[in-house]
C-alpha cells in the first residue's frame, strides 16, 4: 500500500482535475445567440471578455507571463515577477523596521512589569485600527505614497511581533533566570544567551503571524495608493477587464504568501526546543 | 572568637498568612559551616529548607539575619556558590555539553574555547555521561539530566555548593547509582556542600553533620547530629558499620517523635549531638555481626 504522503498527493491531484474541470465545463462560451440564461438575458447578453474564463485561458496567460516575469514595458505594463517584487520589497522594509522597533520594545515591556503597566493602555487602543485607516494621515503627513504604503506595512506587523515578544520574554521560566543569576550574568548577557532562546519560539510564532498579515494588507495598500505592486496590479487588470490576468494574480499572491510563511516557519523551526 | 567558613545568623522568613496577618515559616535560624563540610538538612515538608537554602544562593531574601561566607555578607546570587535545582534547571536548548560550557564559560571568562570545552567534558566524564555530549537535555532520562547538572555544579568550582533534593525525583536504583558518583566526586573535590533530602540513608551516607529541622511554622534547626562513620564510605558497605544504625535511629526517632517539639540551645544554635558516640570509639565490628534484616537491605541497595 502506498504511503500516507503518496496517497494524499494523488488526492490532490484528483481534486485539483475535478475543480478545473468543473470550471472548464461552466464557462463555455454560450453557442451562438441561442442558449442564452435567464441572467445573461438580465444582462442583455454577454461578451466574451466580461465572462469568467475558463483554466486554461488562465494557464494559457500563466504561460506567458511567467516565461518572461520581468518584462517593462512602460507604467501600466511591467512582468508579474516586477510587481510582485516591488510588494515584496515593501512589505519586507516595513517589516523589518517594525521589528527593528518591536523586538527590544516587546523586551522592554516583558522584562518590566512596570513599562508593561505604562505602555499596554496605548498598545491596546493602536492595535485594533485596520492598518488602512492609517493610510490618509501617512499620505498626508509623508507625502510619498510609496512610503506611506511601508509605512502602513509597519503599522499593521508590529503589533503581533511586540506582543508575542513581551509575552515570551515576561514568561520565560524562573529557574532559568535563576541559573543565570546564580552564573553573574549581566542583564545583557542575561537578555542575549537566556531569555532570547527561551522566548524564541514565542517571538517567532508572532513574527509568521506578522509576515502573513502584512502580505494581507500589503494588496489592499497597494490597491489604494497605485502606481506599482500586486495589489495596484490586480486592479488595474480589473479596470482593464481582463479577469484572467485577475485570477492569474490572485493566485500569484497566494504561492507568494505561502512561500514567506514557509519561510517563518523554517525559522522556527530552527529555534524550536523540547523542554 | 574563630569565623567559620559560612556563617548564619539569626534567619527568618516571614510571609503574609492571606487573612491580614503573618506566617512565620523559619525563625532565629543559626548555624555555622566549615570548609570542606558535607552538611545535610532533613525536616518535615514546609518547614522552609529551600527557603534556607535559597536566601544561601541568594536567590532569595531573609525577613531578618544575615549569611556571612568567608567574612563576606552575602546579597544576591554568585559564581562563588554553586546550586543544584530539584528540576535540574538545564537550558533545554543547549546539548548537555554546551549547558556546562555555560556555566564554564561564565565561571572563567578567560579562557580559551579549548580549555573551556576540554575542562566541561572532564565534569561530564566524571558523572558517566562522555557518551551523552551532545543530547539535549530532551533527550536525556530524568537521572541523566541530573547528572549534568550536577556535573554543571562542579565544574565551575564554587566554594559551597547547595543542592536542593537533587535526587527526589529519581526512581531507587537511579538514585543509589548517582549518590555513589556523588560520594566519588566529592571524595575528589572535597568541596563545601550544603543539601537537602528527605532520605534519611542518602543523608548518613553523604554527610559530616545533618541538621534536623523541627516542624514549622517557627520552625528552627533544633540538633546538629554527626555521623561519625570514616571516608571514604561506599553505599553497599556502610552498613556494616554500627555508627550508622545508632544514628539512623536517632534520626528516625526525630523524624516520627521529636521533630513536634524539639527546640534548639538557648542561644539558638543547634545542639550537637553524637548518637554513635560510644560505638565509633569502639573497634569496627566485623561482618559477622550483620543481622538478616541488613544482609536483606544490602541486597536490595546493592
Ligand atoms: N510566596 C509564598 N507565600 C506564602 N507562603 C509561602 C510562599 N512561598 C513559600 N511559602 C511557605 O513557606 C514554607 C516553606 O517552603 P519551602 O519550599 O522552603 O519548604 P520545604 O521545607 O523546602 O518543603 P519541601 O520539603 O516540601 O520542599 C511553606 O510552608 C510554604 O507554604
Ligand atoms: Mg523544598
Redesign the pocket.
Known amino acids: 500500500m502506498a504511503s500516507l504522503n503518496v496517497r494524499a498527493a494523488l488526492l490532490s491531484v484528483s481534486f485539483l482535475i475535478l475543480a478545473l474541470g468543473l470550471w472548464e465545463m461552466a464557462t463555455q462560451p454560450p453557442e451562438a445567440q441561442t442558449g442564452l440564461t435567464e441572467y445573461e438575458m438580465l444582462m442583455g447578453g454577454v461578451e466574451q471578455e466580461s465572462r469568467v474564463p475558463p483554466p486554461s485561458a488562465v494557464i494559457k496567460l500563466a504561460w506567458a507571463e511567467l516565461s518572461d516575469p520581468f518584462y517593462d514595458a512602460g507604467a501600466n505594463d511591467k512582468g508579474i515577477g516586477i510587481q510582485l517584487a516591488y510588494s515584496v520589497y515593501r512589505v519586507l522594509t516595513g517589516y523589518l523596521a517594525a521589528m527593528a522597533i518591536a523586538l527590544p520594545v516587546g523586551f522592554l515591556i516583558g522584562m518590566s512589569p512596570l513599562m508593561y503597566k505604562a505602555l499596554n493602555p496605548y498598545i491596546q487602543v493602536l492595535r485594533p485600527i485596520s492598518p488602512l485607516a492609517w493610510m490618509p494621515l501617512a499620505l498626508f503627513i509623508i507625502q510619498d505614497s510609496d512610503a506611506s504604503a511601508i509605512f502602513v506595512i509597519f503599522i499593521c506587523s508590529i503589533w503581533p511581533m511586540l506582543l508575542n515578544t513581551a509575552f515570551g520574554v515576561a514568561n520565560v521560566r524562573q529557574d532559568w533566570v535563576n541559573v543565570a543569576r546564580t552564573h553573574e550574568l549581566g542583564p545583557l548577557r542575561t537578555a542575549i544567551t537566556v531569555i532570547l532562546p527561551a522566548a524564541a519560539p514565542t517571538i517567532l510564532t508572532g513574527m509568521r503571524i506578522s509576515i502573513g498579515i502584512a502580505w494581507l494588507v500589503i494588496v489592499a495598500a497597494e490597491m489604494l495608493v497605485g502606481g506599482t505592486g500586486i495589489g495596484y496590479y490586480v486592479w488595474n487588470e480589473w479596470n482593464n477587464l481582463d479577469l484572467a490576468s485577475v485570477i492569474f494574480s490572485i493566485l500569484m499572491i497566494g504561492v507568494v504568501g505561502m512561500l514567506l510563511d514557509l519561510a517563518l516557519g523554517k525559522a522556527q523551526k530552527l529555534v524550536e526546543y523540547k523542554e | 572568637m574563630s569565623k567559620s567558613f559560612l556563617e548564619v545568623d539569626g534567619l527568618s522568613?516571614v510571609?503574609?498568612d492571606g487573612q491580614g496577618g503573618e506566617?512565620t515559616?523559619f525563625e532565629d535560624i543559626r548555624f555555622a559551616l566549615e570548609k570542606g563540610e558535607f552538611v545535610c538538612i532533613i525536616?518535615h515538608?514546609?518547614?522552609?529548607?529551600?527557603?534556607?537554602l535559597n536566601v544561601l544562593a541568594g536567590l532569595d531574601e531573609a525577613s531578618a539575619g544575615n549569611v556571612v561566607m568567608n567574612g563576606k555578607e552575602v546579597k544576591g546570587p554568585g559564581l562563588e556558590r554553586g546550586v543544584v535545582f530539584q528540576n535540574y534547571s538545564l537550558l533545554p536548548w543547549k546539548t548537555a555539553l554546551n549547558n556546562i560550557v555555560f556555566a564554564v564559560q561564565a565561571r572563567w571568562p578567560k579562557w580559551s574555547k579549548e580549555k573551556v570545552k576540554e575542562h566541561s567534558e572532564r565534569y561530564l566524564k566524571m558523572v558517566g555521561l562522555d557518551h551523552a555530549l551532545n543530547r539535549k537535555p530532551s533527550q536525556l532520562s530524568g537521572g541523566m539530566r541530573q547528572r549534568v547538572s550536577i556535573a554543571r555544579a562542579f565544574a565551575t568550582q564554587p566554594e559551597l555548593l547547595l543542592l536542593d533534593?537533587p535526587f527526589g525525583a529519581l526512581d531507587a536504583l537511579t538514585r543509589g547509582v548517582i549518590q555513589d558518583e556523588l560520594v566519588k566526586i566529592w571524595e575528589e573535590t572535597r568541596q563545601t556542600v550544603f543539601m537537602?533530602t528527605?532520605d534519611v540513608d542518602e543523608a548518613i551516607l553523604l554527610s559530616d553533620r545533618i541538621f534536623l529541622m523541627s516542624n514549622?511554622p517557627n520552625a528552627r534547626i533544633a540538633e546538629s547530629v554527626k555521623v561519625d562513620i570514616p571516608h571514604p564510605r561506599a553505599r553497599a558497605t556502610i552498613f556494616q558499620n554500627p555508627a550508622y544504625h545508632k544514628t539512623r535511629d536517632y534520626l528516625v526517632d526525630f523524624l516520627v517523635n521529636r521533630s513536634g517539639s524539639a527546640l534548639p540551645e538557648k542561644d539558638g544554635s543547634p545542639k550537637f549531638v553524637e548518637p554513635a558516640r560510644d560505638v565509633s570509639q569502639s573497634k569496627p565490628v566485623s561482618a559477622g555481626s550483620e543481622t538478616e534484616s541488613e544482609t536483606a537491605a544490602r541486597a536490595v541497595n546493592a
Open positions: 522568613k510571609y503574609p506566617l515559616v525536616g515538608s514546609g518547614c522552609g529548607k529551600s527557603t534556607i533534593e537537602i528527605h514549622g
